[in-house]
């Protein structure tokens, strides 16, 4: 089985890594990063505990880790 791999599926496959690495990171530290509390519009970003964003921390792992998967797996599936 000869798979060859563009340079695009290269950079997605990184893209994917990094993805789970964050998630990783998230999950060893009990930490997710945020903005402040202004909103969408805020200028401030900073790591927040697990504790205080419980959905927010749930949604970086799920989203991240389906979507590392999906970014490292893909160039093999299709």
Not at 38 to 58: C, D, H, P, V
Not at 59 to 74: D, E, N, P, R, S
């Amino acid at each position: 089985m000869n798979v060859e791999i563009s340079t695009i599926e290269v950079v997605r496959i990184a893209v994917g890594l990094v993805i789970m690495a964050y998630v990783g990171y998230c999950l060893l530290n009990q930490k997710v990063w945020l903005r402040g509390p202004i909103g969408l519009f805020s200028k401030t970003y900073a790591w927040g505990s697990r504790e205080e964003n419980q959905s927010i921390f749930m949604l970086h792992v799920i989203a991240g880790t389906a979507f590392g998967i999906w970014l490292i797996a893909g160039p093999f599936l299709f």
